[in-house]
C-alpha cells in the first residue's frame, strides 16, 4: 500500500505544479519591446512618427498613442495603426518644432488584458 500512496502523492504533485504554471501564460500582457524615438532620448534629426513594438499580440480596435507637445497640444498627424502581425503600433507626426515632447499610449493585449505607459522625448534641432 505505501508504494501505490506514494505514487498517489507523487501524481497529485505533478497534477498541481500543471495548475501554478498554466494561469502564468494567460496573464500575458503586452508591454513594449522598443520604441523609437527611444524613451528618455535626445534627437537631433525631427522624427515622422513614433512607433511601439510590443512583447505580444495587441487587439487593433483599442490601441491609442498620442503624442503631445510641452504645451499638451495633440501633434499627431493620423490616427495610430496597429501592423498586420499586431505586435506594432506607429502614428505618423505633424512637422515636429525643437523641443519637449510626451508619448501616451493604451492598448489591450490579445489576452484581453490593458496596460498603459508614457515617456518622453526631446528635439535638440541640428547643431550646424
Not at 494561469?23 to 520604441?35: I, M
Not at 503600433?89 to 496596460?115: C, E, F, M, N, T
Amino acid at each position: 500500500m505505501r508504494a501505490s500512496q506514494a505514487s498517489l502523492i507523487a501524481a497529485i504533485a505533478i497534477a498541481g505544479a500543471g495548475v501554478v504554471v498554466a494561469p502564468r501564460s494567460s496573464r500575458a500582457h503586452a508591454f513594449p519591446a522598443a520604441e523609437q524615438p527611444m524613451v528618455g532620448c535626445t534627437m537631433n534629426a525631427v522624427p515622422a512618427e513614433v512607433e511601439i513594438r510590443f512583447d505580444n499580440p495587441i487587439e487593433a480596435m483599442f490601441a491609442h498613442l498620442q503624442v503631445s507637445d510641452k504645451s499638451g497640444a495633440d501633434v499627431t498627424a493620423d490616427a495610430p495603426a496597429v501592423s498586420e502581425d499586431r505586435i506594432t503600433l506607429s502614428v505618423k507626426l505633424k512637422p515636429l518644432a525643437v523641443g519637449d515632447y510626451a508619448v501616451k499610449w493604451s492598448v489591450v493585449a490579445q489576452d484581453s488584458h490593458r496596460s498603459e505607459g508614457s515617456y518622453t522625448f526631446t528635439v535638440a534641432g541640428s547643431r550646424d
